[in-house]
Nanobody, 123 residues
């Protein structure tokens, strides 16, 4: 049974940092992604990484502040978020795809999803 479990969310002041983790069990996948959804808004692409960790992609608006990484020994995907802004407030979801997806920004390309972790950035 495939499970994706996110952690690391919380309340942080603007300018602060958080590191999200997603532990994947029940399989290995070719592509891992992070998405987020703010109240009243559509789900938004954040970043993606390949199984090898060699290929990474980011939403243009988040480049330079967010970093995705993968710890293959622990089958865990991380999202380091720096210089957080109130508009980063959202539920953050981890996702996994069996194949190499193109484009990585489309949520329908992913096969499995976590339950999400809340990130709240106060001003």
């Amino acid at each position: 049974q495939v499970q994706l479990v996110e952690s690391g969310g919380g309340l942080v002041q603007a300018g602060g940092s958080l590191r999200l983790s997603c532990v994947v069990s029940g399989g290995t996948f070719s592509t891992y992604g992070w998405f987020r959804q703010a109240p009243g808004k559509e789900r938004e692409y954040v970043a993606a990484i390949s199984w090898s960790g060699n290929n990474k992609d980011y939403a243009d608006s988040l480049k330079g502040r967010f970093t995705i990484s993968r710890d293959s020994s622990k089958n865990t995907v991380h999202l380091q978020m720096n210089s957080l802004k109130p508009e980063d407030t959202a539920v953050y979801y981890c996702a996994a795809a069996r194949g190499y997806v193109i484009p990585t920004s489309r949520d329908y390309n992913y096969d499995y999803w976590g339950q999400g972790t809340q990130v709240t950035v106060s001003s």
